[in-house]
């Protein structure tokens, strides 16, 4: 006769990861600090320092999760607790970084969207992700195949041939623990997610685990009776072995704020943003702003590219366009900081390997990207820099698939200071450090691939704006009251092609 299945499994977080055995792989959900279990996190992290147990796992994880100091993914930085690191963004977990450049753990960034694929890849036991995502960069095998150190040496992409033509396999492999968070679970485990800024992955890492024989372990808020939507539940009860019930303090929404109504309410008369100071930064927020067209479909990555909806809310133009954000969040405004990755009154929110479905094919209309160096190929790097890992999040997959990209940046970087005086720019003082180098440290967005696939790239700056060509970066525009052979060639470390350029737009020099 076969057996009942019986109600939820409620323990505390100490219990939850004592079952976590050395030598697993380890799967750990969340975005910055939306979704992210820290309540497992820390916990797991506290065995670890009082018992040395569990040893020698692999982490791995799609988005970036934790505030550059102790939460998230900082609480895994221990040598011995780790040996192997998947992720697709570090930068948040600099302690992370710190273990994979002095060589303590293997090290591997992959893009944010190619993971999100490896959760249902697993769960499907299929043989891979099979993409062009990543070719011509350092995550192609071709360069560095991800790697991140000299300890690093399992191939885990390869280069294949598809009808004839050169594709990217992302190779599977097992998942022995889930760690994921929800809002509720009710009596038989069903999860649901109506406290949360976003959805994630949670799915099919759960289903990755229970289909290797692992064990899924859930976060939640609160135990209901019954989730009464069937539809709203996100992950089935089938799926879940153990549930924590955290305490408040470790189930905040986001890593900024315990909870913002905003990031799961449907849009109102329109998200109103706080009005942005006049800098450098304002510039280009306006400068991108002009080639973004109404009705269009659009990402906007995180750090200077935020601007744009800034002065696009100052100008009326927020409703002309859609938002988007690669953790799921359709529509409204997304949020900043440590609260990046929800959105203020979102019109929808699907989850993340569904939204990089859509970006991978082509979805948006343009992207709006930062870029910490650029080359005379128009090659971008945004992931290695001043001796830290950054990573690539879903870089790569957005600008390698968008039609039509804007990269932003100061053209120097460190101490710059600018003034407008009667729409003419001043340098102030000129930044430390150049953006526009001969060669790019890591290759994040290869030009020569995008100019002959024919993608439509500008990299926009304070001072002046350059458009990629079959020939490299050609200057096209420049800031009103800026000298080319004073303020823009002598800063360069190349030279740009520069026939013919027009003044930038006026409308970018309104000190306001």
């Not at 997304?334 to 203020?344: E, I, K, R, T």
């Not at 190349?494 to 026939?499: N, R, V």
Request: charged content about 20%; some cysteine; hydrophobic content about 45%.
């Amino acid at each position: 006769m076969a057996g009942v299945r019986g109600l939820a499994r409620i323990i505390t977080a100490d219990e939850a990861v004592a079952a976590i055995p050395s030598g697993a792989t380890v799967a750990v959900g969340g975005f910055v600090g939306a979704g992210h279990p820290e309540a497992l996190s820390a916990a797991l992290e506290k065995r670890f320092l009082e018992t040395g147990s569990p040893r020698d796992l692999t982490l791995v994880y799609a988005a970036g999760q934790g505030d550059r100091a102790g939460r998230g993914l900082n609480h895994l930085a221990h040598e011995g607790l780790l040996k192997r690191v998947v992720g697709g963004h570090w930068n948040l977990a600099p302690k992370l970084g710190e273990l994979a450049l002095e060589n303590k753990i293997e090290a591997y960034n992959l893009p944010q969207g190619v993971i999100c694929f490896l959760y249902r890849e697993i769960a499907a036991k299929r043989a891979g992700v099979f993409t062009k995502t990543g070719m011509h960069t350092f995550i192609d095998p071709l360069h560095m195949g991800g790697r991140l150190n000299q300890r690093t040496i399992a191939p885990l992409v390869e280069r294949i041939i598809l009808d004839g033509e050169p594709w990217l396999r992302y190779r599977t492999f097992p998942i022995h623990v889930s760690l994921i968070r929800a809002t509720s679970a009710d009596s038989m485990g069903n999860l649901s997610m109506e406290k949360e800024g976003l959805i994630g992955d949670v799915l099919p890492m759960a289903q990755a685990a229970r289909n290797h024989g692992g064990i899924v372990i859930a976060q939640v808020e609160r135990i209901v009776e019954q989730i009464h939507n069937p539809k709203s539940v996100c992950v089935p009860g089938i799926l879940v072995d153990s549930i924590t019930v955290a305490d408040a303090a470790l189930h905040a929404q986001t890593f900024g704020e315990q909870f913002n109504e905003n990031y799961v309410s449907a849009p109102t008369q329109g998200a109103t943003l706080e009005r942005m100071l006049f800098s450098e930064r304002k510039i280009i927020g306006r400068r991108a702003l002009n080639e973004v067209r109404a009705g269009e479909v659009v990402n906007l990555g995180i750090g200077l590219p935020e601007a744009v909806a800034s002065v696009a809310a100052e100008t009326g133009r927020l409703g002309e366009f859609t938002l988007t954000l690669e953790s799921g969040p359709i529509g409204g405004v997304p949020a900043s900081g440590l609260s990046f990755g929800c959105s203020h009154f979102p019109e929808a929110v699907i989850d993340q390997p569904a939204q990089f479905d859509f970006y991978d094919g082509g979805g948006l209309d343009i992207a709006v990207l930062g870029a910490v160096e650029v080359d005379e190929e128009g090659s971008v790097n945004v992931s290695s820099f001043a001796g830290r890992i950054a990573g690539v999040g879903g870089f790569v997959n957005i600008a390698q698939n968008t039609r039509r990209l804007v990269f932003c940046c100061t053209f120097t970087a460190g101490d710059l200071e600018v003034e407008v005086k009667d729409h003419q720019l001043r340098i102030i003082r000129e930044g430390k450090h150049a953006k526009f180098v001969q060669r790019v440290g890591q290759v994040c967005f290869h030009g020569p691939t995008a100019a002959a696939n024919g993608q439509q790239v500008l990299y926009v700056t304070e001072r002046a704006v350059f458009e990629l060509t079959q020939s490299g970066l050609v200057l096209r525009e420049v800031a009103p009251g800026i000298d080319p052979d004073k303020d823009i060639f002598p800063r360069m470390a190349f030279l740009p092609c520069s026939s013919q350029w027009r003044p930038m737009p006026s409308n970018c020099f309104i000190n306001l």
